[in-house]
C-alpha cells in the first residue's frame, strides 16, 4: 500500500491522478488532498477518498469545507494556508508526493517533500526552472526517488538506461528529441496572434489541461520551460535538447544513442500514462487509457520549430545558457505575463515581450540556496509588473 498526499488535485493533473488511483484501491491510499480554493470539487474528492487532511489556501473557503465535511459526518481534517502545504508533503504516515500544483507556488511543498526523502511525482515544472540546482541537491541529499510525470520527461525517463545516473557520455546517449505540438498557433499567420483571445490560447489541439500551461502551450513557453527541465532532470546540456514539432502528441519524445539508435515513448495523450507510471515504478499498472490505433493515426509528422514565430522558446534557451538565477527570471516573468493576459490585460505577443525587458533589465547571480531563487524571483515579479504597467497605458 502506498499513501499519497496529491497538491493540487482539483486541477487537471490532480484530477487525473485520482481517477488512476481510485482504478487501484488495492494499492493507494490518499492521506492529503490539496487546492487553492475550489471547495466543492475537494469536498466530492473527500467523500470519495477520505483523506486524514485536506487544505486549502484561503480561510473562508477552509470553513465552508470544514462545515460539508461535518454535514457529511466525515473525519477528514481540514488545515488552511501555505505552510500547511508542506506540512502534509512530510507526514511520517505518506510514501509519495504528487506534485501538481501550478507555477511558483509549488515550490515549497515539493521541496520540503525533497528534504523528507518522499517518493516525488513532479508534475510542477516550475519547482526545477526556478529552482533546479537547490531542489536536484536535495533529491540527491535525501535519496528522494524523483519519477517526471510531465509527458515528455516521462518518456525520456522511460527511454533512457534503468538506472541512468545523470551520465550522457557514459550511458552512450548522444542527445534529447523534446517532441512539441506547436500548440494551437502552429500554423496562425503571425499578423493574426497580435489578436488572439485567452480562450483561443486555451484550445489546444490534443490536451486538456489548467490554462497557465495552455497559455504556455500556445506560445511554446511551455517547451522552453521543459528544455530547462530536462536540463536538471537529465544533466543534460541545451546544446543536446533538440526541440522537434510533432503535432499528433504520439511521439512523446525520443533519445538518440551514439550508435545511432533512437528510442521512442508513443501513446495516446493522455496524462493518466505518465501519471500511472510513476505511481507504479518500477511495475506497471492499468491507467484507464485505451489502446493507441495506429491505423487510425496513420502519420507522423515532424517539423523544426521557428524561433521567431515562438520567441518564448528562444528567450529560454538563452536562461538556461546564462544559467544562475535566470530561469528564475525567466518564470517569474512568464507568470506575471501569462496572468496578465489571462486577465486581458496585455495582448498574446507581448508575454515574450515583458519576458525579454525582465531578462535584459535585471542582473543574474548565482544561486546557491533558496533565498537566493526567492529574492530573484520577488524581483522578476515587481520588474514584469512595472513592464506590464507601461503596456496598459
Ligand atoms: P490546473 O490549473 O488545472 O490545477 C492547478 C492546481 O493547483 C489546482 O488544484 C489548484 O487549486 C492548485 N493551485 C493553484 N494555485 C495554487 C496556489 N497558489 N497554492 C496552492 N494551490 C494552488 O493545472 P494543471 O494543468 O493540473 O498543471 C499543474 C502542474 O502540472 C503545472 O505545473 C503544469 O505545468 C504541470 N503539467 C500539467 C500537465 C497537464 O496536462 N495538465 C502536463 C504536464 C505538466
Ligand atoms: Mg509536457
Not at 76 to 91: D, I
Request: charged letters at 20%; hydrophobic letters at 45%; one cysteine or more.
Amino acid at each position: 500500500m502506498q499513501n499519497l498526499t496529491v497538491l493540487g488535485s482539483t486541477g487537471s493533473i490532480g484530477t487525473s491522478t485520482l481517477d488512476v488511483v481510485s482504478r487501484h484501491p488495492d494499492k493507494y491510499r490518499v492521506v492529503a488532498l490539496t487546492a487553492n480554493s475550489q471547495v466543492d470539487l475537494l469536498f466530492r474528492q473527500c467523500v470519495q477518498f477520505k483523506p486524514a487532511y485536506a487544505v486549502l489556501l484561503d480561510e473562508v473557503a477552509a470553513s465552508r469545507l470544514r462545515a460539508l465535511l461535518k454535514e457529511a459526518t466525515l473525519g477528514t481534517e481540514v488545515l488552511c494556508g501555505v505552510e500547511a502545504l508542506a506540512a502534509v508533503c512530510v507526514l511520517p504516515e505518506v510514501d509519495a508526493v504528487m506534485a501538481a500544483i501550478v507555477g511558483a507556488a509549488g515550490l515549497r511543498p515539493t521541496l520540503a517533500a525533497a528534504h523528507a526523502g518522499k517518493k516525488i511525482l513532479l508534475a510542477n515544472k516550475e519547482t526545477l526552472v526556478m529552482a533546479g540546482n537547490v531542489f536536484m541537491d536535495a533529491v540527491r541529499a535525501s535519496g528522494s526517488a524523483l519519477l517526471p510525470i510531465d509527458s515528455e520527461h516521462n518518456a525520456i525517463f522511460q527511454a533512457l538506461p534503468r538506472g541512468y545516473d545523470g551520465n550522457m557520455k557514459g550511458s552512450g546517449v548522444r542527445r534529447i528529441l523534446l517532441t512539441a505540438s506547436g500548440g494551437p498557433f502552429r500554423n496562425t499567420p503571425i499578423d493574426e496572434l497580435k489578436h488572439v483571445t485567452p480562450e483561443q490560447a486555451c484550445a489546444h489541439p490534443n490536451w486538456s489541461m489548467g490554462r497557465k500551461i495552455s497559455v504556455d502551450s500556445a506560445s511554446m513557453m511551455n517547451k522552453g520551460l521543459e528544455v530547462i527541465e530536462a536540463h536538471w532532470l537529465f544533466n543534460a546540456p541545451a546544446c543536446d535538447i533538440q526541440v522537434v514539432i510533432h503535432p499528433q502528441s504520439v511521439i512523446h519524445s525520443l533519445v538518440e544513442y551514439i550508435d545511432g539508435s533512437v528510442i521512442a515513448q508513443l501513446g495516446n495523450p493522455d496524462m493518466r500514462i505518465p501519471i500511472a507510471y510513476g505511481l507504479a515504478y518500477p511495475e506497471r499498472i492499468d491507467s484507464g487509457v485505451a489502446s493507441l490505433d495506429l491505423f487510425k493515426v496513420a502519420t507522423l509528422d515532424f517539423v523544426e520549430p521557428d524561433f521567431k514565430r515562438f520567441p518564448c522558446l528562444a528567450l529560454a534557451y538563452q536562461a538556461l545558457r546564462t544559467a544562475g538565477t535566470a530561469p528564475t527570471l525567466l518564470n517569474a516573468a512568464n507568470e506575471m505575463a501569462v496572468a496578465a493576459f489571462l486577465d486581458q490585460k496585455i495582448p498574446f505577443l507581448a508575454i515574450p515581450q515583458v519576458i525579454e525587458s525582465v531578462l535584459n533589465t535585471l542582473p543574474v547571480y548565482a544561486v546557491s540556496c533558496l533565498d537566493d531563487v526567492l529574492g530573484a524571483d520577488t524581483e522578476a515579479r515587481s520588474a514584469a509588473q512595472l513592464q506590464i504597467q507601461r503596456l496598459l497605458k
